[in-house]
Nanobody
């Protein structure tokens, strides 16, 4: 049984730092790409960031490019999403429930939510201005 468990959300000030972590179990972590998605109230779930199964490539939504960083740690079976403490890096528009996810196919990466078959329970991130 595959399980993805997110942690690290909460209330953060605009311009502050953020670190979300996702722990994966029940799957050969090193053979699957990983992704982070988010869903704001009244909006559809959207892709945020992804990392290939090998970890040698990352890709981002235009809305977070240059501000968010995704990284995977194969030895620990975790994938993180971080935002450094810099002005305008974390903004009120980033308020959403954040989900980590793993695609249905090995050695396959995608930005489309429908390509992912395993999801965490989500963690709320609220950015106050």
């Amino acid at each position: 049984q595959v399980q993805l468990v997110e942690s690290g959300g909460g209330l953060v000030q605009a311009g502050g730092s953020l670190r979300l972590s996702c722990a994966v179990s029940g799957r050969t972590f090193s053979t699957y790409a990983m992704g982070w998605f988010r869903q704001a109230p009244g909006k559809e779930r959207e892709f945020v960031a992804g990392v290939t199964w090998s970890g040698d490539s990352t890709y981002y939504a235009d809305s977070v490019k240059g501000r968010f960083t995704i990284s995977r740690h194969t030895a620990a079976n975790t994938v993180d999403l971080t935002v450094d403490h810099q002005k305008n890096n974390l903004q009120s528009k980033d308020t959403a429930v954040y989900y980590c996810a793993s695609p249905a196919r090995r050695y396959y990466d995608s930005t489309a939510p429908e390509e992912y078959d395993n999801w965490g329970q989500g963690t709320q991130v609220t950015v106050s201005s």
